[in-house]
């Protein structure tokens, strides 16, 4: 019998130890790199949907039986790669099957979610009520009817984006370089323009040498003044002290980050630390991906992809 470790919910273990069968005994581990490894080392699969623990090319080393990684995320930036090349050891990713995660919205909620608590001042305003407190004058909100989104990568996050701020009456105009068939209802920009025009601007890119710092001191400064600012992707792909540099001065009205570079090592980050003092930045614990139903149909499609080379019918 084959052995997989688990990183994540207990909603994707449980879909993981379905679609193994018989085939592996899949064991459920903590996300803590120590008492990881261990585990890792004797595993010949693993199989991650937590993305909290970074697997270093000395833990795969470490791992002769090891012959499989997936991940039940769209990114892998928290895997190294030498030691997996070295080894021929291959990793799927979801941003290897989009088949599979069209139709999956939960990121794309909480990236709105974020975009409407921002617009309509919903955290500050309930603290207010939740004090004893009724001056509706302290939280104008934003009427986003006649308003721009500008979307920074038009694929399957973005266009759900796309869709929600047409039924709220917004423009769309989006900037993607490498998107083939353009969708109807967003304005193709440059990005330089997209950052100009937008009343929210909102980032779905995967990481890449390429998109790393893409959001840039620059695109912070085209923005509106009171514009406002949301990451789901990953931190890296802004220039996080340029972003925390506009919000301090005012320049941005708010911006909405379920991503921080360095994550989930957060507790001394500087925009950690600016939200402690300000209401005008939401973060979350990169949850936009995380919702029970979601996790289960992405773990199961994983636990198949590592049975297929497991049992040498893919490699």
């Known amino acids: 019998m084959f052995e997989v470790v688990y990183l994540g919910a207990k909603e994707g273990f449980e879909a993981a130890v379905a679609r193994a069968g018989d085939a592996a005994r899949v064991t459920m581990a903590e996300a803590v790199p120590n008492r990881f490894a261990p585990l890792l080392a004797n595993a010949d699969a693993f199989l991650d949907a937590s993305m909290r623990v970074p697997i270093t090319d000395a833990m795969v080393e470490a791992s002769p039986r090891l012959k499989v990684i997936a991940t039940a995320t769209t990114g892998s930036d928290h895997i190294a790669r030498m030691a997996l090349e070295k080894c021929g050891i291959p990793i799927f990713t979801l941003k290897d099957d989009p088949q599979v995660i069209r139709n999956l919205t939960p990121a794309a909620e909480l990236s709105w979610a974020l975009a409407m608590a921002l617009t309509r001042r919903l955290v500050p305003a309930a603290a207010h009520t939740r004090a004893g407190q009724w001056v509706r004058e302290g939280f104008p909100g934003l009427m986003l009817r006649g308003r ?28 993607d370089p490498f998107l083939e068939t353009w969708p109807d209802n967003i304005e193709r920009c440059s990005l330089e323009k997209v950052a100009a025009e937008a009343d929210i601007l909102s980032v779905h890119v995967h990481l890449s040498d390429k998109t790393r710092g893409l959001v840039s001191a620059d695109i912070f400064a085209r923005m509106k003044k009171g514009a406002f600012f949301i990451n789901t992707s990953r931190g890296a792909l802004a220039d996080e002290a340029a972003l925390l540099a506009v919000l301090e001065s005012g320049h941005l009205g708010g911006a909405g980050l379920d991503v921080l570079e360095g994550e989930p090592d957060i507790a001394s980050h500087p925009l950690i630390a600016y939200s402690q003092r300000h209401d005008n930045l939401l973060i979350t614990p990169h949850c936009g991906g995380f919702s029970p139903d979601a996790v289960r149909i992405v773990c199961a499609h994983a636990m198949g992809r590592i049975l297929s080379v497991l049992e040498g019918n893919s490699r």
């Open 148 to 175: 721009t989104l500008g979307v920074v990568g038009c694929g399957r996050i973005g266009q759900w984006m796309a869709r929600y701020a047409n039924a709220f009456g917004m423009r769309v105009v989006g900037y």
